[in-house]
């Protein structure tokens, strides 16, 4: 595959004066890597977003993709709809350690005790069960849906609210359902309105798997690469973009938190290993200290890799789109070009970004303005 490669790098104005800040990154150990990877899986091409607080620091397009191009994420999309609890927990309107049953009376016996930080941690009490019926149904609502979940799906025998952590997806569908009946709008509407619209985000939906009402909140929403990083940058900004304040920095450092604990890990991905790290919505490295910030990243089955590195201050998406179980054999792949990006900044002290009016560029040299 002859891959075409479009990168975009401009200088941020206010840092040509400092000549401590001269380099330029490339970012070309990544980009190899990650051209070597969509050829080796047959695909029609790639993306690369590489940013820090000041704005973007690489974008690359490999192949056919271009910054229209729009993918499927898989179960990327936990960490977007995650984000959109958090801001309504933010608001005051969940409470994400109030039983469910609060806002949904229709859950009852063990079922009405679940939390919705348990909800999108997974150990509420269901399993692996993101192929099930209910939630891959697109002839009902996801208000439909959840009722059925209500009166007909149990927990797996032996299994417990907040006894285990359990990857699946029909704890999310009942978060989201929760979603709509606090604030009286349709989860995708909501997500629109109240993240879409200020971030400047126009292509994220919950139709990546077919048009639907019954929105696969752990698993149907499809992007491009800037507008997933768009929400990425709003993270690491600890809640400001685009001139405004989404979140709260204590709602973003809710995300720093790992839910697993010393829970029994039940049936965990092929990409995960011990120990098993789990904020909202998204996996911790658990390669570094737990006292560090954490670096977080929501890998989905088809191959889209968003993440976000408080630590050092970046964050980034690899961008395409394969088969199920692509990540699996990416993983690694990832890993490396996290590692490499890493160092990259690191060492050779790069940091320019653009300068385009967008909100990329919101954060300025001091970050985010007080709370």
């Known amino acids: 595959m002859r891959a075409r490669l479009v990168v975009s790098l401009t200088i941020f104005a206010c840092l040509s004066a400092n000549p401590l800040h001269a380099d330029v990154c490339t970012f070309g150990a990544a980009t190899a890597a990650y051209q070597s990877f969509i050829a080796s899986e047959s695909l029609p091409g790639g993306a690369i977003l590489i940013g820090n607080r000041q704005g973007l620091l690489y974008e690359a397009y490999l192949g056919s993709y271009t910054a229209k191009t729009r993918v499927a994420i898989a179960s990327a999309s936990k960490l977007a709809s995650a984000i959109r609890i958090v801001q309504l927990i933010d608001r005051g309107l969940i ?9 949904l009376p229709q859950f009852t016996g063990d079922k009405a005790d679940m939390t919705m930080r348990q909800l999108f941690s997974h150990t ?23 009722d059925q979940i209500a009166c007909c799906r149990d927990f797996p025998a032996g299994f417990s609210v907040g006894g285990q952590f359990a990857y699946g997806g029909i704890s999310m569908h009942i978060g989201g359902r929760v979603a709509e009946v606090v604030t009286n709008q349709d989860w995708e509407a909501g997500w629109q309105a109240e993240l879409g619209a200020p971030l400047g985000i126009s292509s994220i939906d919950w139709q990546g798997l077919g048009a639907t009402q019954n929105y696969q909140i752990a698993g149907s929403a499809r992007s491009t690469l800037r507008d997933y990083g768009r929400l990425l940058h709003m993270l690491l900004n600890e809640g400001w973009a685009n001139g405004q304040r989404l979140l709260s920095r204590d709602a973003v450092f809710r995300f720093w938190q790992n839910n697993v604990g010393d829970l029994p890990v039940i049936d965990p991905p ?4 011990d120990p098993v790290l789990y904020g909202l919505g998204s996996w911790h490295d658990n390669t570094r200290p737990l006292t560090d910030p954490p670096l977080i990243h929501s890998l989905g089955a088809f191959g889209f890799f968003p993440w976000v590195d408080f ?35 690191t060492i050779g002290n790069c940091d320019r970004v653009t300068t385009e009016n967008d909100v990329f560029a919101d954060g300025g040299e001091g970050g985010p303005p007080p709370r």
């Not at 009490?125 to 993101?130: A, I, K, L, M």
């Open 311 to 345: 630590k050092h201050g970046l964050y980034g998406v690899f961008m395409s789109r394969g088969l199920p179980g692509i990540n699996t054999r990416g993983f690694d792949i990832y890993l490396g070009m996290l590692q490499s990006i890493r160092e990259e900044v």
């Open 124 to 146: 509420s009490g269901f399993g692996n069960d993101s192929g099930d019926p209910i939630i891959t149904d697109d002839s009902i609502t996801l208000a439909q849906a959840v």
């Open 95 to 103: 409470d994400p350690e109030a039983p469910v049953t609060r806002y």
């Open 270 to 273: 092929p990409t995960v290993s």
